[in-house]
């Protein structure tokens, strides 16, 4: 399994941008597709973005469409998801996956198998 280190995460206003970051210390990371998830309290845990190895393909939820881009630094073992126009509802903690399958954009959790510890982005209205 891969580590994941999250970060970037914070109390913004709507409307605001944040970045958030998910960095790992795997020799091999450009071998993995990676996603982004969140969980807000109370519900399950949903599908924000996904990213093939090379960044070539990409996969967002329809909820993130046109507002977060991620994006991926082999070079650096990072992988991104930038937020812009930020609501209420993007409030959650924001967990980055990794997926031995490369060239995979699953919306499916389960084709990832390394999970970080999240990382609270909480908008206010």
């Known amino acids: 399994q891969v580590q994941l280190v999250e970060s970037g995460g914070g109390l913004v206003q709507a409307g605001d941008s944040l970045r958030l970051s998910c960095a790992s210390s795997?020799?091999?990371?450009?071998?993995?597709?990676m996603g982004w998830f969140r969980q807000a309290p109370g519900k399950e845990r949903e599908f924000v973005s996904a990213i093939s190895w090379n960044g070539g393909r990409t996969n967002y939820a329809d909820s993130v469409k046109g507002r977060f881009t991620i994006s991926r630094d082999n070079a650096k073992n990072t992988v991104y998801l930038q937020m812009n126009s930020l609501k209420p509802e993007d409030t959650a903690v924001y967990y980055c996956a990794a997926s031995p399958n490369s060239y995979s954009v699953s919306s499916s959790p389960y084709v990832y198998n390394s999970w970080g510890q999240g990382t609270q982005v909480t908008v206010s209205s």
């Open positions: 795997e020799r091999t990371f450009s071998n993995y597709a």
